[in-house]
């Protein structure tokens, strides 16, 4: 069993910046295929983003590319998504995930093929 908690969310103007951290516990993170995932109020949970084992690869949702950055520190079992220049749209509770399924990031992160969640952060960007 992984137990994930998430940390870093708030309230932040458009423009601002946050941190994202997912902190795990139970078993050694560097065995999961990590992912961020965020689910606006009345719409489906999204992928954002996605991280390999060894950090070595990375995925990103077209909607955040050039202005969130996952990242992963395995001795300190904790995945990060640090994200600027955040807009309105980007409000949304967000979710890190583990799957220790292997394969492409953008097949393997899906919202069916997590094996463990946290239990989200909520993100509010104010206009």
């Known amino acids: 069993q992984v137990q994930l908690v998430e940390s870093g969310g708030g309230l932040v103007q458009t423009g601002g910046s946050l941190r994202l951290s997912c902190a795990a516990s139970g078993r050694t993170l560097g065995g999961y295929t990590m992912g961020w995932f965020r689910q606006a109020p009345g719409k489906e949970r999204d992928v954002v983003s996605a991280?390999?084992?060894?950090?070595?690869?990375?995925y990103y949702a077209e909607s955040v590319k050039g202005r969130f950055t996952i990242s992963r520190d395995n001795g300190k079992n904790t995945v990060y998504l640090q994200m600027n220049s955040l807009l309105p749209e980007d409000t949304a509770v967000y979710y890190c995930a583990a799957t220790q399924k292997l394969g492409p990031l953008s097949v393997v992160v899906t919202l069916n093929r997590m094996d463990y969640w946290g239990k989200g952060t909520l993100v509010t960007v104010s206009s």
């Open positions: 991280i390999s084992r060894g950090g070595t690869s990375t």
